[in-house]
Structure formats: structure tokens, C-alpha cells
């Protein structure tokens, strides 16, 4: 098991930290660290403050996700899904919000936004070569089999 330090910025008491809402989630949902309500229009995106920072050891990052309920009922998304956030990255995590719904959508305070995945991540070295072997697929890909 890793241990992951958090720490909850100044200013930002009223907020909780990222939280497991049953036993076996794979997420931590991420509450919004806003001061007051902000409005995401429709196509709208806003970077959301979350109040926390996290100190990872080498080998996991944090991968921010969409909440599934808000995509499905209110079309709210991640932009750049998942958002990585490296180990060595000790400023304030925030989160790209994107409002593909039909209304306008409400963020208040403390809103659960998305939630937070903890990844292994394997060390690799690239090493350049002047050819690589060749598969059945080749360079085929985005649907070239079929739907």
C-alpha cells in the first residue's frame, strides 16, 4: 500500500479533503474548493480550485476523472481526461471543468466535481532504433476494424 500526503491549503477549512464514498471505489471524490457559486455556462469551461495538494512517492501519479452521475445527468466533463498529476507536482490540484449539457450549470462549495485515481506508473527508458518489427495491424488504428 502507498501512503499519499495531503494537505489542506489555507483558506480552504470549510472544504473536505478527497473522500472513498463506498468501501471498494476505486476514487476518491474531489469536492469544489470555489468560495462562492460559480456558473458554467453551456460549452463553457472553468478551472475549479479543490483547496488540497498532494505529496506521491515515486512510481504513482493521480489521475483526475469525471463523475460519472454529472456527465450522464447534467453533461459535465473533464477536458483533458484523466488529468495527470505527477509526483513531483506539489501545487494545488484543480480541476478543468467543461459543461456539455443543455442548461447552465451551478457549482457551490463543496460539490463532489470528480474524483481522484491513484496509478501505478511503470519506469520505462525510450531507446531510438531504426526499425521496429511488424504486426498484422501495422499502422492501422482510429476504427480500422469496424465499428
Do not use: C
Amino acid at each position: 500500500m502507498y501512503q499519499v500526503k495531503i494537505k489542506k491549503l489555507s483558506g480552504y477549512q470549510d472544504i473536505s479533503i478527497p473522500q472513498k464514498m463506498s468501501e471498494f471505489a476505486s476514487g476518491f471524490d474531489i469536492y469544489a474548493g470555489v468560495k462562492e457559486e460559480v456558473v458554467i455556462r453551456k460549452g463553457e469551461r472553468v478551472l475549479i480550485p479543490t483547496g488540497f495538494a498532494l505529496e506521491m512517492p515515486v512510481g504513482i501519479e493521480a489521475q483526475i476523472r469525471p463523475r460519472s452521475g454529472l456527465a450522464l445527468k447534467n453533461g459535465i466533463t473533464l477536458l483533458n481526461t484523466p488529468g495527470t498529476i505527477d509526483s513531483d507536482y506539489r501545487g494545488e490540484v484543480k480541476v478543468i471543468l467543461i459543461n456539455l449539457g443543455e442548461e447552465d450549470f451551478i457549482v457551490k462549495p463543496g460539490d463532489r466535481i470528480a474524483q481522484l485515481v491513484f496509478m501505478e506508473v511503470p519506469q520505462v527508458k525510450l531507446v531510438e532504433v531504426e526499425d521496429i518489427t511488424q504486426t498484422n495491424r501495422g499502422s492501422g488504428g482510429f476504427g480500422h476494424t469496424g465499428k
